[in-house]
């Protein structure tokens, strides 16, 4: 069987947390695109390159060595030798991602380091062009919303778990322009790929989405 599962769908649409879960309970690999391209931001950003200066960018993208290896059932990555960590979530990194991954070529970069981790075995992936672009032939591919309120009070209740202040208010501005840049970059904006399964996260739990996940890639044979 095909042995991608594709997650995509807007921020604080509860990708992360589903596709972990799913990716436990299948006993298969979760990969966070995301933190590739946060990956890629902090690098640019210990190098003190501008997002706009593309020459540059380029030039780091030619010497970057991101290198892939697996870490209590993720696959994750190291650049040039160091593993970012928690850096990736870095206000810095949160803030600069967004422009930095709509660059051409540092999603070329990046959609060829994922499309690298299915060799180490069934992944699940979740971002944002994950059915559309990195893996558009998968056999499995969901596409998971939620109201942009709803979206704003989780991404809120994130933050402050991080200790980080934030305003419900901002963080439902910043919510909705993310989702506009995403989905009006020219590189593979955020889109429902085709043959996708939509999920309206609203007003479920993230146990019944992820029963509704698992249901459908064992209804077809995929019992991990």
Same mark, same amino acid.
Not at 13 to 36: I, M, P
């Given at each position: ?48 390159v501008p997002a706009d200066d593309s020459a540059r960018i380029l030039q780091v993208l030619r010497g970057l060595n991101m !290198? %892939? #290896? ?7 990555? /190291?650049?040039?030798?160091? &593993?970012?960590?928690? +850096? *990736?979530? =870095? ?9 930095v991954s709509a660059i051409p070529e540092v999603r070329a970069f990046v959609t060829a380091r994922l499309r690298e981790t ?19 032939? !998968? %056999? #499995? ?7 942009? /309120?709803?979206?704003?009070? &989780?991404?809120?209740? +994130? *933050?402050? =778990? ?63």
């Open positions: 069987m095909n042995g991608v599962i594709a997650v995509d769908g807007p921020s604080a649409s509860g990708k992360s947390t589903v596709s972990r879960r799913v990716a436990a309970e299948l006993g298969w690999l979760y990969v966070d695109s995301g933190s590739f391209y946060r990956g890629v931001t902090w690098k640019l950003l210990r190098e003190g !290198a %892939l #290896f697996l870490h209590e059932g993720a696959v994750e990555f /190291e650049i040039d030798g160091v &593993r970012p960590g928690a +850096d *990736l979530r =870095a206000p810095a990194v949160r803030e600069r991602v967004s422009p299915a060799r180490f075995g069934p992944i699940v992936m979740e971002g944002r062009d994950i059915g559309s672009v990195v893996f558009p032939d !998968a %056999l #499995f591919k969901f596409y998971l919303d939620a109201s942009a /309120e709803e979206r704003a009070k &989780r991404r809120h209740g +994130d *933050l402050l =778990a991080r200790r980080e202040q934030a305003e419900v208010g901002r963080v439902l501005e910043s919510l909705q322009s993310r989702d506009r840049r995403d989905s009006t970059r020219a590189t593979a904006p955020l889109k429902v790929a085709p043959g996708a399964q939509v999920i309206d996260s609203t007003a479920l739990s993230v146990e019944e989405v992820v029963r509704r996940i698992v249901t459908a890639v064992r209804g077809v044979g995929g019992k991990g």
